[in-house]
Structures are given as structure tokens and as C-alpha cells.
């Protein structure tokens, strides 16, 4: 799986959720390997879209259209300014990845200090079920330079908030601790989807 991240300042939300409304009704369709995505803007107005496809080379392949590029240039213009892009190839899934019911949304983004056990943390489910049962879903997207991308998804923001009080057992903590640096949250509180089957 091959993962794309876009963020950026955007105070035209109904503009760009419109946009991207638009490029699933119209695009996506005719996009070979593109599976998904979710999306959101945070309390400070930045739009967060981590957008999923079945390889790097498939999503080239849309990205090099003249039809994509065209979008591209009408909706790039909704940003306050330039956005990012995390283009991730070491994509790791938990609980089978997002899922479309979540209520609430976290995106966790950092430096990957030891990869391999971040990896390993998200794939222990037994783990991660004693330690947030709150947790429905998650994706982990490490780009080449070393940053990640989590995507952690919730029933409801009530059950996350709730999930943040219990304290963590000390080992996972520290596992956690001293596998990323540099962290930032972003709250989605009214994410929304788009699915290949959806």
C-alpha cells in the first residue's frame, strides 16, 4: 500500500470539501489502484487529507494525468497556503486500517526514531486492545526522510477522550516514548471518508 498525505492552512472548508466530493464522484472512478481516503480539518483551520492507493507506481500514475492535474490546479488554489505533501511508501495497518464508522478521527505526526517498533506496536493487536479498546482502526505511513503519519480512528471523540485518561501501562509507554520524537496531534473532529466500495 503506498499512502499520500496532503495538509495545509485552508479557511475555504466548504470550497474544498466540495472539491473533494467532486474528485470522487467524478475521478476516482476511472483511478486505477486508489482504495480511499479520510479527511478532515483541525479546530485551526489546516486540511488534512490522507488519501490510500495500492502502490507508489499507481498513484505516479494518476498523479502524471492530465485530468488530475488540471483538478489539482483549480483546488490548490483553496489553500491559504502551499500545502504539504507525505508521500509514504512503509504503510503498516492496524485493526485492518481506518474504518469509515469512526466519529473521530486522530492523526499523530512525527520523526520515526526506531521504525521497526513503532511497526511492531501497531500490529500487536492484543496490545493495543488492553491498552485503548477505544481504538477502531489505524494506519501508519513512514516517509523516506523518516517522519510518520498515524491515522487512528474512534467510535466517537467522547471514547477517545475517555481512552487518553486511563494510564498506560509503563512498559508500552516507554516502548512509545522512545520509538518517535517530535510529535503533533491533529484532531479531526468531523472527519469524513471516501472508499473505492463506499
Known amino acids: 500500500m503506498f499512502i499520500q498525505v496532503i495538509?495545509?492552512?485552508?479557511?475555504?472548508?466548504?470550497?474544498?470539501?466540495?472539491?473533494?466530493?467532486?474528485w470522487r464522484t467524478e475521478r476516482a472512478p476511472d483511478v486505477v489502484g486508489?482504495?480511499?481516503?479520510t479527511y478532515g480539518f483541525t479546530d485551526d483551520g489546516m486540511f488534512v487529507g490522507v488519501v490510500r492507493f495500492e502502490s507508489e507506481e499507481k498513484a505516479r500514475s494518476n498523479s502524471d494525468s492530465r485530468e488530475q492535474s488540471a483538478w489539482w490546479e483549480r483546488t490548490r488554489?483553496?489553500?491559504?497556503?502551499?500545502?504539504e505533501f507525505h508521500d509514504c511508501t512503509d504503510v503498516t495497518l492496524a485493526l485492518?486500517?481506518?474504518?469509515?464508522e469512526a466519529g473521530f478521527v486522530q492523526v499523530i505526526q512525527g520523526r520515526a526514531v526506531d521504525a521497526d517498533r513503532l511497526k511492531a506496536m501497531m500490529t500487536d493487536t492484543q496490545q493495543m486492545h488492553e491498552a485503548r479498546p477505544d481504538i477502531?482502526?489505524?494506519?501508519?505511513a513512514i516517509?523516506?526522510?523518516g517522519t510518520f503519519t498515524e491515522t487512528v480512528a474512534f467510535t466517537d471523540e467522547a471514547s477517545a477522550r475517555r481512552g487518553e485518561?486511563?494510564?498506560?501501562?509503563?512498559a508500552m509507554r516507554e516502548q512509545m516514548e522512545s520509538a518517535m520524537a517530535d510529535v503533533r496531534y491533529l484532531d479531526l473532529h468531523q472527519p469524513w471518508f471516501a472508499s473505492r466500495w463506499g
Do not use: K
Not at 77 to 83: I, K, V, Y
Not at 96 to 100: E, H, N, Q, R
Not at 136 to 140: D, N
Not at 165 to 170: C, G, K, L, V
Open 7 to 22: 495538509q495545509g492552512p485552508c479557511t475555504r472548508q466548504d470550497e474544498m470539501r466540495a472539491a473533494m466530493e467532486q
Open 143 to 145: 516517509a523516506d526522510d
Open 77 to 83: 488554489e483553496l489553500f491559504d497556503a502551499e500545502p
Open 34 to 37: 486508489w482504495l480511499g481516503g
Open 96 to 100: 485492518d486500517g481506518g474504518s469509515d
Open 165 to 170: 485518561q486511563e494510564e498506560m501501562p509503563a
Open 136 to 140: 477502531i482502526g489505524a494506519t501508519l
